[in-house]
Nanobody, 124 residues
Framework: QVQLVESGGGLVQAGGSLRLSCAAS????????MGWFRQAPGKEREFVSS????????YYADFVKGRFTISRDSAKNTVYLQMNSLKPEDTAVYYC?????????????????WGQGTQVTVSS
């Protein structure tokens, strides 16, 4: 089983930046892909970005392309989400997730391990 712990959330003004971190522990070798999802109040959880541990293939939701960058440090078993040019509509709880699939797509059900989430609030 993989344990995930997110950090780095907070309150930022529109146009600002935050970097989220996700530290993985446990059976990390069982996960091929790491993803970031977010959930705003009253909305469904939505895919933000993903990256494969091996090869570093990345995918982004259209609404974050050009603003967010996902990366990983395999030596530290840590995945990052650099968020720039933040908008009020980016306000949500951001979750880190791990998938055993190399190409899990954007479906959250294909990610088995989840962190507790970290709140990101962007003020206008």
């Amino acid at each position: 089983q993989v344990q995930l712990v997110e950090s780095g959330g907070g309150l930022v003004q529109a146009g600002g930046s935050l970097r989220l971190s996700c530290a993985a522990s446990g059976r990390t070798f069982s996960s091929h892909t790491m993803g970031w999802f977010r959930q705003a109040p009253g909305k469904e959880r939505e895919f933000v970005s993903s990256i494969t541990w091996r090869g570093g293939s990345v995918y982004y939701a259209d609404f974050v392309k050009g603003r967010f960058t996902i990366s990983r440090d395999s030596a530290k078993n840590t995945v990052y989400l650099q968020m720039n040019s933040l908008k009020p509509e980016d306000t949500a709880v951001y979750y880190c997730a791990a998938s055993i699939y190399i190409n899990p797509g954007t479906d959250p059900t294909r990610f088995r391990a989840w962190g507790q989430g970290t709140q990101v609030t962007v003020s206008s």
